[in-house]
Nanobody, 125 residues
Framework: QVQLVESGGGLVQAGGSLRLSCTAS????????MGWFRQTPGKEREGVSC????????DYADSVKGRFTVSRDNAKNTLFLQMNSLKPEDTAMYYC??????????????????WGQGTQVTVSS
């Protein structure tokens, strides 16, 4: 089993920045592919950015390319999402997810087995 705990969400004005973190425990972090997803009420959960165990060639949703950067620190069992130039449409609950297919780097929601509780990001206009 993998336990995931997100942090770093909050309220920010449009154009601002936030950095989300996700700390994992339970399995060797450097064997996991990881992802960030988000969801707003009434909408399906969508992939934001996903990264394989080595951090190579991460995947990004078109809506966040050039603004968000995903990274991971395998020594600290932590996944990050640096979010810059935030927009009101980025407002959502952000979830960290993991899959034991460590080479995976795309954001198929059903390919991830483990999920955190989420952290709320609210961007005001």
């Amino acid at each position: 089993q993998v336990q995931l705990v997100e942090s770093g969400g909050g309220l920010v004005q449009a154009g601002g920045s936030l950095r989300l973190s996700c700390t994992a425990s339970g399995l060797a972090f450097d064997t996991l592919a990881m992802g960030w997803f988000r969801q707003t009420p009434g909408k399906e959960r969508e992939g934001v950015s996903c990264i394989n165990w080595a951090g190579v060639s991460p995947d990004y949703a078109d809506s966040v390319k050039g603004r968000f950067t995903v990274s991971r620190d395998n020594a600290k069992n932590t996944l990050f999402l640096q979010m810059n130039s935030l927009k009101p449409e980025d407002t959502a609950m952000y979830y960290c997810a993991a899959t034991t297919n460590g080479f995976y780097r795309t954001c198929g929601v059903y390919d991830y087995s483990y999920w955190g509780q989420g952290t709320q990001v609210t961007v005001s206009s």
